[in-house]
């Protein structure tokens, strides 16, 4: 019974130093790939290009003038989408640098701005 209760306390003491550790991680690694990742989503000129690319190839391609015009429609409206998607993006690592951030943050300017795209999707229900 003893033995037992020693166990307990060794498996108790553990799990309270690993929860302390953890309170102690060190977030400059994930403030240094959000704020990348936000620079990265700032490249709008790509979803441009895509969308844009059926036009310049059908005025080449004249016989398959149909299939371009198709291709631009689709992807016009993929176009839209792709932007959404950027903005949330951008959006979700602004959030997380400065959630990241060594010092005091407030974290209310931080976690708000992911609600108006979310909210723009119609997946959060606010």
Not at 32 to 52: H, I, K, P, R
Not at 92 to 115: F, K
């Amino acid at each position: 019974m003893l033995q037992r209760k020693s166990i307990l306390r060794v498996k108790i003491l553990s799990a309270l130093i690993a929860c302390v550790l953890s309170a102690c991680t060190d977030l400059s690694a994930v403030r240094e790939w959000s704020g990348t990742s936000l620079e990265a989503t700032q490249f709008n000129e790509v979803v441009a290009t895509y969308a844009d690319t059926p036009e310049r190839v059908a005025f080449y391609d004249k016989d398959q003038a149909s299939f371009w015009e198709t291709q631009a429609k689709t992807r016009r409206a993929q176009a839209k989408a792709l932007e959404l998607q950027l903005s949330l993006v951008g959006d979700y690592m602004e959030a997380l640098h400065v959630l990241s951030a060594d010092g005091v943050t407030d974290y209310t300017q931080g976690c708000s701005v992911l609600l108006t795209p979310a909210g723009m999707t119609g997946h959060y229900p606010g």
